[in-house]
Structures are given as structure tokens and as C-alpha cells.
């Protein structure tokens, strides 16, 4: 008999709201197993106890033990973490890093059914020695690909949302939209919508105010993001645009478009979390596994006063289920 991959979830920052959430989603029974927990102990074990739970997850000594049920795998280095809730310290980015890399390391190698992670303070992680500015671009390189290779994407109810560029400065952006990048976001995400059951077009934003108003604004949308649109077309992507980004994610909520793909991360992103708060599920297209994650941050400031919601970290679990239950992609087997 075959034995069921885990589930593998990464704690995240342990000093912020991850194991909380762990706690509320794992510890309530909302997955039974199994699932590998991969962080320090005694955060989970604080949280537990303020919780009023009892310790629902057995501790492992590497990913080949993890059986049924829920287990917890330390990364080395992490044995005797020093828990500081509620504070960004680099000691918390450090053991964001470790539990990541661990993480990344057990996808590669086949033995997660899914990854999901829960928030990591960005200027945490750098400071604790982790050049990434982020999950998106750190499981790129340790899945052997390009920042390139990859596409963000978070997904609510009602509103999907894709982006060309994830977290440079905003002066970077307009060099770093090309062809090929939009091209290849597009292909990601209508495989990722396909799976999804979503069969209107996908919008495409312009980058400049009124999608460059005909070259009067800006020139970037007839030389780049047009000719890109159209590549995708006649190669079978249902896609339309460049379209104003004032307007189009109105339309992607009443039903129009199943997905948006916009230039960069605020402009996208302001928009969904508007929308969806809470609720989104951020998903690393392109990987070669199933990655999810809430649509939140490490809410420092959260933490221990009961108040915070663990809808996103839910519905990333969910989500994470129920694409792993999906058939794979014609092009690939993640997402």
C-alpha cells in the first residue's frame, strides 16, 4: 500500500500569527492528516496552551517518519527557539528561512502532497541572512527555477489576480515588463483558472493610466503589452487587453474576465485585498508542486489577543487540497 504524502505547512514567523493559525486550523480539526508541520516547538506549544488545546501533533525526525495525523518536523537549529511573541526580530526571519528551505527541500523531492506557509516578516527574513524579498522569488531558486519562471497569484471568491512583477521598486517595473514575461504569466494563469473550472477570458492591465491612451500617456502598451496579448491569443490563450486598470476589476467581479493579470503588485493588489481581505489565498504559479498561502502578514500585532481571523489560512489549506486532488495540468504537473 502506497502511503499518502503529507501536507507540509511551514509555521512561518514563529514570533507572528502562524502558530496561531497553525493551532486554530490543525488543532480544530479542520485536517486531520496527515500533515508535517515544519518549525520550532515551543511557539506551536504556547499558542496550543493559550488556546486551551492540548498537544494535537506528534514530533518527527524527518519527513519519512511523518505518518498518519499531524506532525511536527524542527528544523536543526531551531531546537531551543526563543519565543518573543508579538516582535519582528531577525531570529524570527531566520527560523522563516530554515523551516522555508527544509520545506522547499521535501517539495522537490516528492514527498509533500502540498506546501503551504504561513506569513514571514520580509525584512525579517533578509535580515536574518535570506536574500529574497519575499516566498514567490525564494521557492523559485530553490525549486532550480528563475524569478521569471514563476507568477504570483492571488485568488478570492470573486476577484484572481496575477502579476508581471512581484516586489521591485516601482521605477524597476516598466523594464522588466517584456513579451515573453507576459506571455508566459498568461499561459500559468489560465491553466491555473482551467483547473478551476473558469472558462471566461483573462484580462490583461495596461501599465499606464488609461492603458497609455493610445501612445498619448505612455508607449508601453503598443509596443509591449499589446503584441503580447496578441502572441497569446493565437497561441490559445483567451485573453483580452491591455485594458484600463481603473475599470477592469469591476468587470472581473461581475463575471467578465475569470482572471486579471496586472503590471505590478500594488496595482493588482489593492484592488483584491479591497475586495478580499482575509479570504484570498495567494498561489505560486508555475512551481512544480502546489504552494498556497494566506493573503496576510505576520500581524505582530495580533498576536495573543484572540482577535485574529483564520479564514485566509483556511481557505489556503483548502485550496491546497483541493487543486492536489485535481488532475494535473497537459503542461505540467504544478501550478
Not at 7 to 29: H, I, K, M, S, Y
Not at 47 to 54: D, I, P, R
Not at 299 to 322: E, F, I, K
Request: contains cysteine.
Amino acid at each position: 500500500m502506497v502511503r499518502e504524502r503529507p501536507l507540509v505547512v511551514t509555521l512561518g514567523d514563529p514570533d507572528g500569527l502562524g502558530p496561531e493559525l497553525v493551532c486554530r486550523v490543525f488543532g480544530g480539526g479542520f485536517v486531520h492528516g496527515p500533515v508535517l508541520l515544519i518549525g520550532p516547538h515551543e511557539p506551536l506549544l504556547q499558542q496550543a496552551h493559550a488556546l486551551g488545546m492540548a498537544q494535537f501533533w506528534r514530533r518527527v525526525g524527518s519527513a519519512e517518519e511523518a505518518g498518519e495525523g499531524i506532525c511536527l518536523l524542527i528544523p536543526d537549529g531551531l531546537e531551543d527557539y526563543p519565543c518573543a511573541p508579538g516582535a519582528p526580530r531577525p531570529e524570527g526571519g531566520r527560523s522563516a528561512g530554515l523551516s522555508l528551505a527544509l520545506a522547499a527541500r521535501f517539495m522537490r523531492q516528492g514527498l509533500g502532497r502540498a506546501l503551504v506557509t504561513a506569513p514571514l516578516n520580509k525584512a525579517m527574513l533578509m535580515a536574518a541572512g535570506f536574500d529574497f524579498p519575499g516566498h514567490t522569488e525564494f521557492l523559485a531558486e530553490h525549486a532550480g527555477l528563475a524569478p521569471t519562471d514563476v507568477c504570483m497569484c492571488l485568488a478570492g471568491p470573486k476577484l484572481r489576480v496575477a502579476l508581471v512583477t512581484t516586489h521591485p521598486p516601482l521605477r524597476e517595473v516598466p523594464s522588466m515588463i517584456t513579451g515573453p514575461r507576459i506571455l508566459h504569466c498568461l499561459s500559468l494563469l489560465q491553466d491555473f483558472t482551467l483547473r478551476l473550472g473558469l472558462s471566461a477570458p483573462l484580462a490583461v492591465c495596461g501599465l499606464n493610466p488609461h492603458a497609455g491612451e493610445s501612445g498619448r500617456i505612455g508607449r508601453e502598451e503598443i509596443e509591449v503589452i499589446g503584441p503580447a496579448v496578441q502572441e497569446a491569443c493565437a497561441a490559445g490563450i483567451d485573453a483580452v487587453g491591455p485594458l484600463p486598470a481603473d475599470t477592469v476589476f469591476g468587470r472581473a467581479v461581475r463575471g467578465e474576465f475569470s482572471a486579471v493579470l496586472a503590471m505590478y503588485h500594488d496595482q493588482g493588489l489593492g484592488p483584491l485585498k479591497l475586495l478580499h481581505f482575509g479570504e484570498a489565498v495567494n498561489v505560486t504559479l508555475g512551481l512544480p508542486y502546489v504552494r498556497t498561502s494566506p493573503d496576510h502578514g505576520t500581524g505582530y500585532d495580533l498576536v495573543g489577543t484572540g482577535m485574529a481571523d483564520d479564514g485566509g489560512m483556511r481557505a489556503a489549506v483548502g485550496m491546497a487540497l483541493d487543486l492536489t486532488s485535481l488532475p494535473a495540468s497537459a503542461t505540467g504537473g504544478g501550478l
